[in-house]
Structures are given as C-alpha cells and as structure tokens.
C-alpha cells in the first residue's frame, strides 16, 4: 500500500465521522459540506437528493419531524471498508446504529462513494438503507 492510499483512507474516514457528528449535533451545514456540490443522498426505498439545496430541505425535515421527542442522539458507525480505486476516487461500505432517549432506535448500511477534492475528500454518493427499527422509534 502506497502512502497516497493510506492518507486517502484516514481523510475518507474524517469525511464519515464528521457528518454524523455533524448530524447528531444539528448542524446540518457541516452535513451538506461533507457532499461534493452535486452529491446525492438515497434513502434506499424513499427518495434522492441531489446538489447541496435539495440535501439542506430534506436534512432540515428530517430534523424538526424527529427532534421533538428526544435529547440524545448518536450514530455510531462501525466496519467501515475502503476501497480506494485511484488517487482521485474511492468507495466504502459501512454499518450505522442510531442511540436516542429509547437506546437502540435504527441501524443500517451505508454504501458510499467519494472523491479528492483540493483539500479533502467528499462523498459524490451515499446510499442509507434502514434495516431495522426499535418498536417506539422516534425515525420510523
């Protein structure tokens, strides 16, 4: 493994941790601004948001529809593979769990893909698939 791939790697992985920490904490600019211009966010199931407006409407809705209700919320994501393709792209595979006031609310998958920008790396396409929720969960 050369040293441009493991860089890649430890920026693809700061790319992942700040939009849930981003997420968990409400600030959905910071979301928006780990997405490339044209990025698209898919809910597997539901529907695609393309480019930084329609990804700053959905991500404000999904906010106040399940804000009320809670004060904790944490996604933890774990197993995180890369696969880097070439210096400018790469993809990655992971598993989230969502903790809320209830505990365990939802987990899933999420199926990325990314790109080298100038200064950091930024996802050009995330799919999330919920694959369960917690009977009383405040997202389903």
Partial sequence: MELWELS???????TVARYNHAGDAGRYEDMIACFADDGVLAVVGGESHRGHAELRTFLS???????PGFSSLRHCVTNLLIDVESPDTASG??????LTDIGLDHWGRY??????????????HRSVKTDGYTPGSYFA
């Fill in 61 to 67: 809705g999904v906010g106040e529809t399940a804000t």
């Fill in 93 to 98: 595979r992971s598993y989230f769990q969502v």
């Fill in 8 to 14: 890649a790697r430890e920026c693809i992985r700061d």
């Fill in 111 to 124: 199926r990325d893909r990314f790109v080298r920008t100038a200064d950091r790396w930024l996802l050009v």
